[in-house]
């Protein structure tokens, strides 16, 4: 099992929709878990924390599932300027730095 | 504040070339790391430094050099490019110890070697 696994994608949405990305992690040790945006032939950055009671930043929802190794992210009312590839990301533990990434899920939201 | 630039952005290698591709940073960030992105394959760890001095390997480390000597720079060294190292490459920067769950990428170098 590799230890970071995305849905593969690709996603296309219409504006306005809610679409869920799901990523799942192998290593049960893992602390620390991330969803990174990645815009195309541009450098990653960090859309938001996932934390264990779970957390949301405007239209974003990210939600942790320990027990089943699952993590997830969910947007709502989807914009145009949403399109991009969304990168799940994990901390594993015993690590101060090292992050894993999951390969992406790119989404394009149509007009 | 410039963050984390690399140079050069775009090279074509023959192969058996050798080059070093360029990172700085001026957020006095300790941690400091190379990745390859390819298609199909995510981000992958190349070599990572926790302070000036101090390199370690990351997932996929054959064919590249690094070292640290200042807090600024990380120069990622090809010795003899070969046509698998194609791939574009991201230095990121961090606070080691800290937060070093934000990680600030830089722009990429797209690497060709024919």
């Known amino acids: 099992r590799k230890e970071v696994e995305q849905d593969p994608g690709p996603f296309n949405v219409p504006e306005g929709a809610t679409v869920a990305f799901n990523c799942t992690y192998s290593?049960?040790?893992?602390?620390?878990f991330f969803w990174y945006r990645q815009d195309c032939r541009k450098e990653p950055k960090l859309l938001m924390s996932?934390?264990?009671s779970g957390n949301e930043d405007g239209r974003f929802t990210a939600q942790l599932n320990r027990a089943s190794q699952y993590i997830s992210l969910l947007i709502r009312d989807s914009k145009l300027s949403d399109s991009a590839t969304y990168l799940c990301?994990?901390?594993?533990?015993?690590?101060?730095?090292?992050?894993?990434f999951g390969k992406g899920t790119l989404l394009t939201v149509n007009p | 504040n410039a963050g984390v630039t690399q140079t050069p952005k775009f090279q074509v290698l023959k192969t058996g070339q050798s080059m070093t591709l360029q990172c700085a940073q001026d957020m006095n960030h300790e941690y400091m790391s190379w990745y390859r992105q390819d298609p199909g394959m995510g981000l992958r760890l190349i070599h990572y430094?926790?302070?000036?001095?101090?390199?370690d390997q990351g997932e996929v480390p054959n064919g590249y050099n690094v070292s640290r000597s200042t807090t600024e720079d990380f120069p990622l060294r090809l010795l003899s490019a070969a046509p698998s190292q194609t791939s574009v490459y991201f230095c990121a920067t961090g606070l080691a110890g800290g937060n070093t769950d934000t990680q600030y990428f830089g722009p990429g170098t797209r690497l060709t070697v024919l």
């Open positions: 996932v934390y264990s």
């Open positions: 430094s926790v302070g000036a001095g101090i390199t």
């Open positions: 990301v994990v901390k594993s533990g015993g690590s101060n730095y090292k992050l894993t």
């Open positions: 290593n049960s040790a893992s602390q620390s």
